[in-house]
C-alpha cells in the first residue's frame, strides 16, 4: 500500500520561529518527493521539489533520507504568509509521470 | 506566469446527472491528471492522461468516470451519474514533459467544487 505519513500538527509559531515538519513514506522504490502548500479551500502549491542531495529555496530547506524512508521541510524565519497547510506528495511510480500521493498535511500557523 | 484553468469554479447538480468539469493546462505541458479532495480529507489521484489515452487510473476512476482532450487546448472529466459522494473539490493539473529519473512537477488548477444534492 502507497501511504505518505505526516504530522497533522497544528504547529503555532511565532513569527520568526523556525519550524520543521517531517514526512514518512511507505515504498522505497519512490523516486521523486515534493512539498506542496495548499490555503484553506485553495490549489495545492508547489513549494519545491526534494533532491536526494537535499535543496534550499530562501527560507526553505527540504532533505531526504532515502534509508528512512523519510523527507523534511524546515522553515526558517517564519512569516505570517507561512500560515497554511504543509503537503507532503511522493510519485511512487518512479520518477514517470505516475500520480502524485498525498500526505493529510501538516497545518502552520504563524502568530504574530 | 502561465497557470492551469478551471471552470466552473462551483458546480452543484442533483444525483443521478452528469456534469463536464473542464481544465486548461498549461500550454507547453503534455502530462494531465485529475485529482479531487474531499472536505477535510487529503488529496486523492483519480486519473492520468498522456498522448491522447490514459496511462493511469486509481480505484476510484470508476465506469462513471471519462476524460477527453477534445481540442488542442481542453481538458475535461465528465461523471456520468453522480452520486452523493462524489461531491468533493476536483483539481486538474498538468506537467511538462522531463527526462527520466527527474521530478515531473505537477501544476494544479483553482479547483471545481462539486456539489452533488
Known amino acids: 500500500r502507497k501511504e505518505v505519513e505526516q504530522d497533522p500538527g497544528p504547529f503555532n509559531v511565532p513569527e520568526g520561529a523556525t519550524v520543521a515538519f517531517n514526512c514518512t513514506y511507505s515504498?522505497?522504490?519512490?523516486?521523486?518527493f515534493f512539498w506542496y502548500r495548499q490555503d484553506c479551500r485553495k490549489e495545492p502549491k508547489l513549494l519545491m521539489s526534494?533532491?536526494?542531495s537535499g535543496n534550499e529555496d530562501g527560507r526553505f530547506t527540504a532533505q531526504l533520507n532515502r534509508a528512512s524512508q523519510y523527507i523534511s521541510l524546515l522553515i526558517r524565519d517564519s512569516k505570517l504568509s507561512d500560515s497554511a497547510t504543509y503537503l507532503c506528495?511522493?510519485?511512487?511510480?518512479?520518477?514517470?509521470?505516475?500520480?502524485?500521493?498525498f500526505g493529510k498535511g501538516t497545518k502552520l500557523s504563524v502568530k504574530p | 506566469e502561465p497557470e492551469v484553468t478551471q471552470t466552473p469554479s462551483h458546480q452543484v447538480t442533483q444525483m443521478g446527472q452528469e456534469v463536464i468539469l473542464r481544465c486548461v493546462p498549461i500550454?507547453?505541458?503534455?502530462?494531465f491528471y485529475w485529482y479531487r479532495q474531499i472536505l477535510g480529507q487529503k488529496v486523492e489521484f483519480l486519473v492520468s492522461?498522456?498522448?491522447?489515452?490514459?496511462?493511469?487510473k486509481s480505484e476510484i476512476f470508476d465506469d462513471q468516470f471519462s476524460v477527453e482532450r477534445p481540442d488542442g487546448s481542453n481538458f475535461t472529466l465528465k461523471i456520468r451519474s453522480t452520486k452523493l459522494e462524489d461531491s468533493a473539490m476536483y483539481f486538474c493539473?498538468?506537467?511538462?514533459?522531463?527526462?527520466?529519473?527527474?521530478?515531473?512537477?505537477?501544476?494544479f488548477g483553482p479547483g471545481t467544487r462539486l456539489t452533488v444534492t
Open positions: 500550454s507547453n505541458h503534455l502530462y
Open positions: 492522461f498522456y498522448n491522447n489515452e490514459i496511462s493511469e
Open positions: 493539473a498538468s506537467s511538462e514533459f522531463d527526462s527520466p529519473g527527474t521530478a515531473y512537477e505537477q501544476y
Open positions: 515504498n522505497s522504490a519512490s523516486q521523486s
Open positions: 526534494v533532491y536526494s
Open positions: 506528495v511522493v510519485n511512487f511510480n518512479g520518477g514517470s509521470q505516475g500520480n502524485l500521493i
